[in-house]
């Protein structure tokens, strides 16, 4: 359970790293997103 929560924080992590970085990388998580979790980030 302690695992689930740290993977949670670190994607959180991510995902405001990646907003704040350049498009191009924006692209790749999101494409990522989409294969992980079969859906599109509301920001997009």
């Known amino acids: 359970m302690e695992q ?3 993977d ?3 994607t959180l992590r991510k995902k405001k790293k ?3 970085n ?3 990388f924006s692209i790749l ?3 990522a997103n ?3 979790y079969g ?3 509301k920001w997009l």
């Open 4 to 6: 689930h929560e740290a």
């Open 8 to 10: 949670k924080l670190m």
């Open 18 to 20: 990646i907003m704040t």
């Open 22 to 24: 350049d498009k191009k």
């Open 29 to 31: 998580f999101v494409v």
């Open 34 to 36: 989409n294969l992980i």
């Open 39 to 41: 859906e599109v980030p």
